[in-house]
């Protein structure tokens, strides 16, 4: 996290306000559970992506781990990059070990799974798209509109988690149902919407 898209997260998630986000990162920070949470870096130190690479792959499985460390890059004009990004101290320190209050351990526990989540794999969908050409029916079908119509869905599976594992994001899951290239369907019920 940057300075700012914490903010932005943690009201998205828990509506706290800039200034209190703010006031929980300081606890944090004093208490050394967080890097210095004024910054505008994306920058990640070597020994934070080594010690996350070892935990990753000791709790969760090598295939959680993409092979390679993730580094970002700020892309902002002008930003202070002389800290790193805001991060746990140490990955290891997950949000069940700590004794925080609750606005804590809110916050704490959206840093850590971000940072986690930032250098696991990715998550892995199987996506469908089926296009039904159609031509309008009878009924319906009026002098020089014979034309044909392409409907379309699309739909997607999750088929490995990767960072979802750990940082939930909203996806829905839609499986269609098994069709054969120029596949003749039958129509049950046309529906305009």
């Known amino acids: 996290f940057t300075t700012s898209t914490l903010q932005q997260t943690a009201w998205q998630k828990f509506r706290f306000s800039a200034k209190l986000t703010m006031r929980i990162a300081q606890q944090l920070y004093e208490t050394g ?4 949470h004024r910054t505008d870096s994306l920058n990640l130190s070597n020994l934070s992506l080594f010690a996350t690479k070892k935990f990753i792959v000791k709790n969760y499985g090598k295939e959680y781990w993409p092979s390679f460390l993730r580094k970002y890059k700020t892309k902002t004009k002008g930003a202070q990059e002389a800290h790193e990004a805001i991060r746990p101290t140490y990955p ?5 070990k700590l004794k925080l209050d609750s606005q804590q351990a809110k916050l704490y526990d959206l840093i850590w799974r971000r940072f986690i989540a930032c250098q696991m794999s990715q998550a892995v969908f199987d996506a469908t798209t089926i296009d039904i050409s159609a031509k309008n ?3 319906y079908r009026t002098e020089g509109s014979g034309a044909w119509y392409t409907f379309r869905t699309t739909g997607q599976v999750l088929k490995f988690d990767g960072f979802l594992k750990i940082y939930q994001m909203k996806f829905e899951e839609i ?3 098994a069709l054969e290239k120029n596949e003749t369907l039958e129509l049950i019920k046309l529906i305009p919407s």
């Open 92 to 96: 290891d320190k997950t949000p069940d």
């Open 137 to 139: 029916p009878a009924p």
């Open 175 to 177: 499986e269609l149902p």
């Open 33 to 36: 559970k967080i890097t210095y």
